[in-house]
């Protein structure tokens, strides 16, 4: 179908994908624009990764008065976080919430999956298809697919045979699951599998660990939302955005200035210590050299395993959860009751690290010789994380040139948000830009507020088109691999570098620094769009 046959109702100025924070914001942005934009939306409600990710104890490692929107005072002011990290479910209630206040839900089309994204050069429009057949038209085309939402759900051998529950935790069932009197295997012990294994092991007969690679998890010291903090921050709540947006991570870790080659071996320890008070993601803000010098790094990840040993009363598991590896190499997780579960009587941890799981049985999981029997399996096993949303679409831009093929050896955009060849299509936070790198609602509106410019910039100088230029993008790559490389991040094997996914090609996805990229983004807007064609 060409895109004057699509049907009048279906020709747009936006078409969005995805209904999670990305692109609510930006669906607000574009009809403040006044232009006809609609979301297409997979699942049945808005929230995205909050909609899929239900499994028991899923709740947000980023405090909820700095995890949420910033661009409505009003409801900044309105919202009541119940707790210091809001869980699952009350971040979906804000979610619908924001789509109720700002009159969004009439322009979002759910239960829609869309297959493919075609750009027609004659037209200089999208052609959208949706798995049910649907064909829609647009001159823009934003992808707010998410960085988490394609499941990374190994096909192990013989997994089909397995005659009990199967349950990825990014594709949690809306109904919930009881574990009650089962023997249940949890695969995988990264954030998602350090949040639901303690609630998981209080409800199952026997829960088995199946652990390829331990990680950092502090105590997340969640509780009730501090009502005087609450009011302090909303008092303030301007300055203390624009505070967060000057924060490399993009929120306030209360970062050290010091590094830790400045400081004593007691001033070092002092830090550790406040830092295990503050708990969680406050770890990234210990010392200013933790990313950056590797001795630095050991001192604080010797701590961890250390305050590690004195959760876990047996020292042989202790050992084997002590991860080896460079803290905050991997995402720091947060957890409640992480280690402590391992005292549990019914509860096993196997050590998969040398020995990984040969196959799926009817009655459980083999590895070796052993077979460990379950009635579910959870498998905790992350995602194709930033690339794999939109490459599960079939996106083809001039000259019918798949971004699949565009990218097989890897991403290539500028700033995360364009890629060449593919003109007025955006992406929000896609790989290139600091999104997972920072408080991604942040992230998110200034990546939204960056596509909203740019169109209103193409309206007011009667432009309709806008590419990077190859130039640009591949400045930004080496940009993106520089900064990456005067870190430690690229020395373990994380989703950061596509590494959790076999045969994914090894590069250093998100772009590390939120202040310098917006500062950058400011710069291209400034010089009318500096590194992209406007025809
Ligand atoms: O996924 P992960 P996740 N056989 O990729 C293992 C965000 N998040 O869903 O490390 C056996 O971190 C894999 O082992 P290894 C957050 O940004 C946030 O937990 O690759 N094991 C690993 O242990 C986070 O970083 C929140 O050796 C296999 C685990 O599965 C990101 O989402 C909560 C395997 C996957 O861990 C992803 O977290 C949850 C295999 N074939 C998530 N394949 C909060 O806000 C994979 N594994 C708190």
New binding site residues.
């Given amino acids: 179908m060409s895109n004057e046959e699509v049907a009048q109702e279906d020709q747009l100025d936006a078409i969005v994908i995805g209904a999670g924070f990305g692109g609510l914001y930006m669906l607000y942005k574009l009809r403040g624009l006044g232009l006809n934009a609609r979301i297409l939306e997979a699942g049945d409600g808005v929230g995205g990764t909050w909609y899929w990710?239900r499994y028991p104890g899923?709740?947000?490692?980023v405090p909820s008065l700095q995890y949420s929107y910033q661009f409505s005072r009003q409801l900044e002011q309105e919202w009541d976080w119940k707790e210091r990290y809001a869980p699952q479910a009350e971040i979906m209630a804000y979610a619908n919430h924001v789509a109720d206040r700002f009159e969004l839900r009439p322009h979002i089309q759910f239960g829609t999956r869309v297959a493919a994204a075609h750009f027609n050069d004659a037209a200089g429009r999208w052609l959208v298809s949706t798995e049910a057949g649907q064909q829609l038209s647009a001159d823009y085309c934003v992808m707010a697919t998410g960085c988490?939402s394609a499941a990374?759900d190994?096909q192990f051998p013989g997994r089909d045979s397995f005659a009990g529950g199967w349950y990825h935790?990014?594709r949690w069932p809306h109904e919930g699951v009881d574990f009650s009197g089962k023997r249940v295997g949890v695969?995988?012990?990264?954030?998602?599998?350090i949040?639901s294994i303690p609630i998981i092991a209080e409800q199952a007969e026997h829960l088995y660990v199946?652990?390829?690679?331990p990680?950092y998890s502090i105590p997340a010291h969640n509780g009730p939302q501090d009502s005087e903090e609450e009011r302090d921050i909303r008092a303030r709540y301007p300055e203390y955005r624009k505070y967060l947006r000057e924060q490399q991570i993009g929120w306030d870790v209360h970062a050290n200035e010091r590094t830790a080659e400045e400081c004593s071996a007691d001033e070092i320890r002092a830090e550790c210590e406040r830092r295990w008070r503050l708990g969680g993601l406050y770890f990234y803000g210990s010392f200013a050299d933790l990313l950056s010098n590797q001795q630095a790094n050991d001192i604080v990840a010797d701590f961890v395993r250390e305050k590690i040993r004195g959760r876990v009363d047996d020292p042989a598991v202790a050992e084997l959860l002590s991860p080896k590896s460079v803290i905050g190499c991997?995402?720091i997780?947060?957890d409640t009751g992480y280690f402590e579960t391992y005292n549990r009587d019914n509860v096993t941890l196997v050590d998969?690290s040398g020995t990984?799981?040969d196959e799926i049985t009817p009655a459980g999981v083999r590895v070796g010789e052993l077979t460990y029997q379950v009635d579910a399996i959870v498998s905790?096993?992350?995602?194709d994380a930033m690339t794999g949303s939109l490459q599960r679409i079939d996106i083809r831009g001039v000259g019918g040139l798949p971004l699949a093929e565009k990218w097989s050896a890897g991403p290539r955009t500028f700033l995360g948000l364009t890629t060449a060849g593919f003109p007025n299509l955006f992406v929000i936070c896609g790989p290139g830009s600091p999104s997972?790198f920072t408080n991604m609602i942040n992230a998110i509106e200034q990546h939204g507020d960056f596509v909203a410019d740019s169109i209103e910039y193409l309206r007011d100088h009667d432009l309709r088109r806008i590419e990077a230029t190859v130039e640009a993008e591949d400045a930004w790559v080496d940009q993106v691999n520089e900064v990456a490389g005067e870190t430690l991040l690229l020395g373990c094997?994380s989703?950061y570098l596509g590494a959790?996914v076999p045969g994914k090609p090894r590069v250093f996805m998100p772009y590390v620094g939120f202040p310098d990229y917006i500062e950058k983004c400011e710069s291209v807007a400034a010089n009318g769009y500096e590194g992209f064609q406007l025809s």
């Fill in positions: 990710n899923a709740r947000c490692d988490l990374n190994p935790t990014g695969i995988g012990t990264g954030s998602s599998a949040q199946f652990q390829r690679t990680n991997k995402r997780c947060a998969i990984p799981i905790a096993t992350g995602f997972v094997n989703w959790n």
